[in-house]
């Protein structure tokens, strides 16, 4: 079965201090790796994702992931943040070909103070 | 497109009580799924579904039950409300034929709260 983990509960930083949220997965074959976004009171939209081809993905406002598969990481960067950033993010993996096993880390909660 | 919508936003549910939360999806997508947030515990899948006609548990699926008579709908039933369920309801659609790696895309949720 396939596992994620989130080590990063709660991130406090101040605008245009530099971003990086760990991802970690657990699974013997080959994933698809996603971050996805909860802003205050909305619902999860997708952030970027990999599902194959360049290991740097770049996603929407700025936001960027590299998977090391030798780390089973999948961690999220963006070099200067915004207070507009705040929100819950979520690592999740699925399995190539399983869609419908996706499993989702625990969620960072990110706070940004202007 | 409306993507994917729930209905109701808020509920309140006595102990013992039973309600349905509707969920429908637009894009035709054949894949659908229900996932429950609690604080701290991330999105726990409870239910999902390949197609009409086929659902199949997930890692939470005591307490619940689903059906899927339509590419469109896939409401998620509780039957006998506890406390336990009080939580926040996502439903997500995905189609792997779209490519993409199976983004899901998911509906604003319903927050239900049983006292």
């Known amino acids: 079965a396939q596992s994620v983990s989130q080590h990063n509960h709660h991130v406090i930083l101040s605008e245009a201090a530099s971003l990086e949220l760990g991802c970690n997965y657990s699974?013997?074959?080959?994933?698809?790796l996603f971050w996805y976004v909860q802003y205050p009171g909305q619902h999860l939209q997708l952030l970027l994702k990999?599902?194959?081809?360049?290991?740097l993905v770049k996603g929407i406002k700025g936001f960027e992931a590299e998977f090391i598969k030798s780390k089973f990481s999948f961690n999220l960067r963006k070099p200067s943040v915004q207070w507009s950033d705040t929100a819950e993010y979520f690592c999740?993996?699925?399995?190539?070909?399983?869609?419908?096993?996706?499993?989702f880390g625990t969620g960072t909660k990110l706070q940004v103070i202007p | 497109n409306a993507g994917v919508t729930q209905t109701p936003k808020f509920r309140i549910l006595k102990i013992g009580q039973s309600m349905t939360l509707q969920c429908t999806q637009d894009?035709?997508?054949?894949?659908m799924y229900w996932y429950r947030q609690d604080p701290g515990m991330g999105l726990k899948l409870i239910y999902y579904?390949?197609?009409?006609?086929?659902?199949d548990k997930g890692e939470v699926p005591n307490g619940y039950n689903v059906s899927r008579s339509t590419t469109e709908d896939f409401p998620l039933r509780l039957e006998l409300a506890a406390p336990s369920q009080t939580s926040v309801y996502f439903c997500?659609?995905?189609?792997?034929?779209?490519?993409?790696?199976?983004?899901?895309?998911f509906g604003p949720g319903t927050r239900l709260l049983v006292l």
């Open positions: 999740a993996v699925n399995a190539r070909g399983g869609y419908q096993k996706v499993t």
């Open positions: 990999y599902f194959s081809g360049d290991p």
């Open positions: 579904s390949v197609g009409a006609g086929i659902t």
């Open positions: 894009m035709n997508h054949n894949y």
């Open positions: 997500a659609s995905s189609d792997p034929r779209l490519g993409g790696g199976g983004t899901q895309y």
């Open positions: 699974y013997g074959g080959t994933v698809n």
